[in-house]
């Protein structure tokens, strides 16, 4: 069955590391791999799109890889800030149908 | 610019009770539409999407159904709520290019007692 991983485990970090997350997929073929915030009691916001061909994609302090090889996508957050602190979600296709990880929780100590 | 309204944004409601959610979009036409729920502390779960008027398809057998009487109204409803109903909805819309990126509403949380 169609699976996707993230990190199990909420990710604590001091102001000013590199927070790295983890998503993981098993039987997808995804043309692209999005990444998502959510901070509690709200909606996701989106926040970058990966497509196949493409190995890295950046946005201001964000970074994300995409290998289709290990099934595996990686979101950095550079010079990480409290206001980082938020869950993170992963999510795939096939289109009409974008599927979701169960997200991992990222708190930035100050 | 796109907006997209959900309401309400909160009730509790006893069980075998009905239920209707609303969500509207603006500023776009033709939009995809969909449901998610998710559960206290688990991922988004697809509910129902929507590529048109009329056009309803259903991810998983549960106790609710979903209803797109306009272009950019979307309505998930029940006829009698179970405690496994509770949770956060999630109203969402994309427009068909392929990518499928996802705005989300503000969301409602249901309790059902």
């Given amino acids: 069955s169609q699976k996707i991983e993230q990190n199990s485990e909420a990710l604590n970090i001091q102001e000013g590391k590199t927070a790295t997350l983890t998503c993981n997929y098993t039987n997808y073929s995804p043309a692209y791999l999005q ?9 996701p916001v989106f926040l970058l799109l990966i497509r196949e061909n493409e190995k890295e994609k950046r946005k201001e302090r964000l970074k994300v890889t995409f290998d289709t090889t290990l099934k595996q996508s990686l979101f950095h957050i550079t010079a990480s ?4 602190s938020a869950t993170y979600l992963c999510a795939l296709e096939p289109p009409y149908k974008l599927s979701f ?3 991992t929780t990222v708190t930035v100590r100050a | 610019s796109q907006t997209i309204h959900q309401w309400p944004a909160t009730l509790v409601q006893p069980v075998g009770s009905p239920l209707s959610l609303e969500c509207t979009v603006e500023g776009t036409s033709n939009p995809n539409l969909y449901w998610y729920r998710q559960a206290a502390g688990r991922g988004l779960q697809l509910l129902f999407y929507s590529v048109g008027i009329g056009q309803i398809s259903s991810e998983v057998p549960q106790n609710l159904s979903a ?3 306009q272009d950019r109204q979307f309505i ?3 006829k009698k709520l179970l405690l496994s109903d509770s949770g956060f909805y999630l109203c969402a819309w994309s427009v068909g290019d392929g990518a499928n990126v996802l705005t989300f509403g503000a969301g409602s949380r249901l309790t059902v007692l």
């Fill in chain 2, 76 to 78: 998930l409803s029940s």
């Fill in chain 1, 35 to 43: 990444w998502y915030r959510q901070d509690p009691g709200r909606g």
């Fill in chain 1, 81 to 84: 800030q409290p206001a980082d």
């Fill in chain 1, 101 to 103: 990880g169960a997200g």
């Fill in chain 2, 67 to 69: 209803s797109r009487p």
